[in-house]
T-cell receptor
Framework: DSGVTQTPKHLITATGQRVTLRCSPR?????VYWYQQSLDQGLQFLIH???????AKGNILERFSAQQFPDLHSELNLSSLELGDSALYFC???????????????FGNGTRLTVT | AQKITQTQPGMFVQEKEAVTLDCTYD???????LFWYKQPSSGEMIFLIY??????QNATEGRYSLNFQKARKSANLVISASQLGDSAMYFC????????????????FGKGTLLTVNP
């Protein structure tokens, strides 16, 4: 068990809809990362939050947004969903890399999103 | 350009034998870290081993070791005494600016290698 909790495990929704994925990082971790995993694109970095602040954006669509709350949990919001958004979405957390550059990312079990 | 290249889409190994999974990387940053993750069919991502660019020795963690060849920019994962439970997808990943005090420490992943351990 990585200590990172993601909910829900599975989500099935229709095109055009909006969903929210939730992530609770490991106790003490201030950094939260979101990744999308699909068969054709592999593991793609979406966004990084550190202690409530956005630190970096990757290949995140404008239809997607995220935030990290004061209690450090994070939510990824996906709107105007398309068939191509079907993927496994991972949240990961890490210790402060400024202190430990070798801090691995600890991944949650992912949310499997299916858009029909 | 691909920063992490895993050239073996699939590999087969007999139980109890050793196997090497290849990973090459591309970076101009002198301070970086390399990570290997395992993803079983159940889907979770499991951290296996880490190698820093300034580390003098190759990393080892139990049956996992990293064959780090800095000049060739390769960081191959060696699994000794393969077990059936080692069957999974394996990902190589890199973090740049490890010692530089930057603000984003994302990992960039390769496409992965699917390892199958045969009994």
């Amino acid at each position: 068990d990585s200590g990172v909790t993601q909910t829900p495990k599975h989500l099935i929704t229709a095109t055009g809809q909006r969903v929210t994925l939730r992530c609770s990082p490991r106790s003490g971790d201030l950094s939260v990362y979101w990744y999308q995993q699909s068969l054709d694109q592999g593991l793609q970095f979406l966004i990084h939050y550190y202690n409530g602040e956005e630190r970096a954006k990757g290949n995140i669509l404008e239809r997607f947004s995220a935030q990290q709350f004061p209690d450090l949990h994070s939510e990824l919001n996906l709107s105007s969903l398309e068939l191509g958004d079907s993927a496994l979405y991972f949240c990961a957390s890490s210790a402060n890399p400024r202190d430990r550059g070798n801090s691995p990312l600890h991944f949650g079990n992912g949310t499997r999103l299916t858009v029909t | 350009a691909q920063k992490i290249t895993q050239t073996q889409p699939g590999m087969f190994v007999q139980e109890k034998e050793a196997v090497t999974l290849d990973c090459t990387y591309d970076t101009s940053d002198p301070s970086y870290g390399l990570f290997w993750y395992k993803q079983p069919s159940s889907g979770e991502m499991i951290f296996l081993i880490y190698q820093g660019s300034y580390d003098q020795q190759n990393a080892t963690e139990g049956r996992y070791s990293l064959n780090f060849q800095k000049a060739r920019k390769s960081a191959n994962l060696v699994i000794s005494a393969s077990q059936l439970g080692d069957s999974a997808m394996y990902f190589c990943a890199m973090r740049e600016g490890v010692y530089g005090g930057g603000s984003n420490y994302k990992l960039t992943f390769g496409k992965g290698t699917l390892l199958t351990v045969n009994p």
